[in-house]
């Protein structure tokens, strides 16, 4: 049963309609970000369902403490670097912070520029009916759009924290209507980023596209995490919905150490290392 209902094994390329698939057979969707070749090929090689060039390449590539700096031309470099790895993933780039709130001819620009120069499948934008006449937009140029609501990270500084968002009555509802909205915008998922399980799972019954979760439950279609937190790269960051995988920082450590040693005990290179 479970062999049936892989999608490593049904499907050769990820498209939007294959995802569409995936939720009306209850098959759960992997989206992991990556921002850079090396990377997203080997998710790529292992089956990974999509891949998202995050803006949260302003944190965990560039060292900054929100997703706020990042410009569209860094967000293009870092989509065509995964687009020359992927073969079989589809690939969501993120429209960055500035790009598409200001008016829907703005948004579109932003999102041709995406399309064209790094070669992505889709775009994914913050917020509900705020950009609603941008997401329409671009949809209409042909764009597939990802929405995304709940915690925005490009909203920090109007949220103030980084907390659990919509457990009022009313931001809840307000996130309901949101989901519709982009849902009958044409939007092909939805991320549901750290929002109550009972609510993510309630908006993924209300609506026929996939959502996607990041410390959203077990409710959703699919999960999202953030490579280098679940790799165990970055280590501030400790979500209580961060699965970590893997300590890699421990392990690069190590092995930078024992290279160090190496190069000042002379040990390396040694006599079949050089020519
Ligand atoms: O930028 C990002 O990595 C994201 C995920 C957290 C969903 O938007």
């Known amino acids: 049963m479970?062999?049936?209902?892989?999608?490593?094994?049904?499907?050769?390329?990820?498209t939007t309609h294959v995802l569409q698939e995936m939720k009306l057979k209850g098959e759960k969707i992997a989206m992991l970000t990556a921002y850079d070749f090396s990377?997203?090929?080997?998710?790529?090689?292992?089956?990974?369902?999509?891949?998202?060039?995050?803006?949260?390449?302003?944190n965990v590539m560039a060292g900054h403490t929100?997703?706020?700096?990042?410009?569209?031309?860094?967000?293009?470099?870092?989509?065509?670097?995964?687009?020359?790895?992927?073969?079989?993933?589809?690939?969501?780039?993120?429209?960055p912070f500035g790009t598409y709130q200001g008016n829907s001819i703005e948004a579109l620009?932003?999102?041709?520029?995406?399309?064209?120069?790094?070669?992505?499948?889709?775009?994914?934008?913050?917020?509900?009916?705020?950009?609603?006449?941008?997401?329409?937009?671009?949809?209409?140029?042909?764009?597939?759009?990802?929405?995304?609501?709940g915690l925005?990270?490009?909203?920090?500084?109007?949220?103030?924290?980084?907390?659990?968002?919509?457990?009022?009555?009313?931001?809840?509802?307000?996130l309901i209507k949101d989901a519709r909205l982009l849902e009958s915008a044409g939007c092909f998922a939805i991320v549901l980023e750290k929002i109550p399980a009972k609510l993510a799972a309630k908006v993924t019954k209300e609506i026929k596209i996939p959502t996607i979760g990041i410390g959203a439950g077990s409710g959703v279609d699919g999960q999202v995490l953030v490579l280098h937190d679940m790799l165990g790269i970055t280590t501030e960051f400790s979500p209580r919905f961060l699965r970590r995988y893997h300590n890699l920082n421990e392990e690069i450590q190590?092995?930078?150490?024992?290279?160090?040693?190496?190069?000042?005990?002379?040990?390396?290179?040694?006599?079949?290392?050089q020519y």
Not at 153 to 173: L, M, N
Not at 254 to 273: H, M
């Open 109 to 149: 620009h932003s999102a041709i520029r995406i399309m064209k120069e790094s070669g992505a499948n889709a775009i994914k934008i913050e917020g509900g009916e705020e950009v609603i006449g941008s997401v329409k937009r671009i949809l209409s140029a042909g764009i597939p759009v990802m929405g995304h609501l």
């Open 2 to 14: 479970k062999a049936k209902m892989d999608s490593r094994r049904s499907y050769t390329k990820i």
């Open 39 to 58: 990377m997203a090929g080997i998710l790529d090689a292992v089956g990974i369902d999509i891949i998202l060039v995050g803006d949260s390449a302003s």
């Open 66 to 95: 929100t997703t706020l700096p990042i410009t569209l031309d860094e967000m293009i470099y870092h989509g065509s670097s995964v687009m020359r790895a992927v073969k079989r993933a589809l690939v969501v780039v993120d429209l």
């Open 152 to 174: 925005m990270p490009q909203s920090i500084h109007k949220f103030g924290t980084y907390v659990v968002r919509a457990t009022e009555k009313d931001e809840a509802d307000k």
């Open 254 to 273: 190590g092995s930078v150490t024992a290279y160090i040693d190496d190069v000042k005990s002379q040990d390396f290179p040694n006599e079949r290392e």
